[in-house]
């Protein structure tokens, strides 16, 4: 086994992805040959600097997800509740305030003087007396 197809396998070696007769080659090979048993153990070094890196990488994640699922149903009920309540409470104040228009209707209604209401709602079609503009063109003609 040449010294460059053993390390192009070694990757493979340290991952156990070979088969058993490529490893019993590769064993073989590094019985022999330093150089290649060097490479090994710097391949070594960086395969296990990767695999502690992708533990501390994947704890928080597991950590955050084992949180979310934790606090998911009591989220899910505040999430739910705010616009509920929020809903509730504008269908109150539109029903206090529509009672207390009814109620402040009802108390003008009630006034003695509102005669006077009806009055001044009639006004403006008195056009005449209320356009000085048209008085005038009328009279000029
Ligand atoms: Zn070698």
Request: proline content about 4%; hydrophobic content about 40%; aromatic content about 10%.
């Amino acid at each position: 086994m040449k010294h460059k197809e053993v390390k192009n396998q070694l990757v493979y070696y340290l991952e156990g992805s070979l088969s058993a007769s490529q490893i019993v080659n590769i064993d073989l090979h590094l019985k022999d040959c330093e150089g290649c048993r060097f490479y090994l153990q710097e391949l070594e070094k960086d395969f296990t600097v990767m695999l502690s890196e992708k533990e501390v990488e994947n704890d928080p994640y597991f950590f955050t997800r084992l949180k979310a699922k934790m606090d998911a149903p009591a989220e899910k009920r505040t999430f739910k509740l705010t616009p509920i309540l929020q809903t509730a409470l504008f269908a109150l104040f539109l029903i206090i305030s529509i009672g207390g228009g009814i109620e402040i209707g009802k108390q003008l209604h009630h006034q003695p003087n509102s005669g006077q209401n009806d009055a001044l709602v009639l006004l403006p079609f008195d056009g005449v007396n209320e356009e000085p503009i048209e008085q005038f063109l009328l009279t000029l003609e």
